[in-house]
């Protein structure tokens, strides 16, 4: 079966998930962060600190994209950035004591949003789907490059 609409099927995820996070955040008091950010405060939680050029691949934004999120991150106090002492065209970034605050309130919204997709999803359709959707980006990748 060739869906044609999988753009929209997907567009239609990220929205209804984005809504989910932003809702728990803010039943959590984390009113300042969208769901954008989540990429971001993920990456940084799992590394002590990282270059702005690093931290594009790794969320997989352009580094035009991150600048946006890190000077909201910026401005609410989750994180800070400095200038490489070897070399000052390079900014590392890492999360301040705020940003490592809400790690536990991050991390559980996560769970309970993969909870909540993967209900009513056996394991076997959940390898195949996660299968597919690799193949397609990988599909779409190869045209991009």
């Known amino acids: 079966m060739m869906n044609q609409s999988v753009p929209s099927h997907i567009s239609s995820l990220r929205y209804y998930t984005q809504i989910y996070i932003e809702k728990r955040l803010k039943e959590a008091g984390i009113e300042e962060i969208s769901s954008s950010h989540g990429s971001v405060i993920y990456a940084l939680l799992n590394h002590e600190q990282m270059r702005m050029k690093d931290l594009a691949k790794v969320i997989q934004r352009d580094k035009s994209t991150l600048t946006v ?22 900014k590392y970034v890492r999360l301040t004591e705020k940003g490592k605050g809400i790690r536990d309130v991050f991390l559980k919204v996560s769970e309970d949003l993969n909870h909540q997709l993967w209900k009513n999803i056996s394991s076997k359709q959940g390898d195949v789907f996660i299968s597919v959707l690799h193949q397609m980006i990988n599909n779409i990748r190869e045209e991009r490059e």
Do not use: A, I, Q
């Not at 000077?71 to 065209?89: A, H, Q, T």
């Open 69 to 90: 999120l890190m000077k909201k991150l910026l401005r609410f106090g989750y994180v800070e950035m400095m200038n490489s002492s070897e070399d000052k065209r390079v």
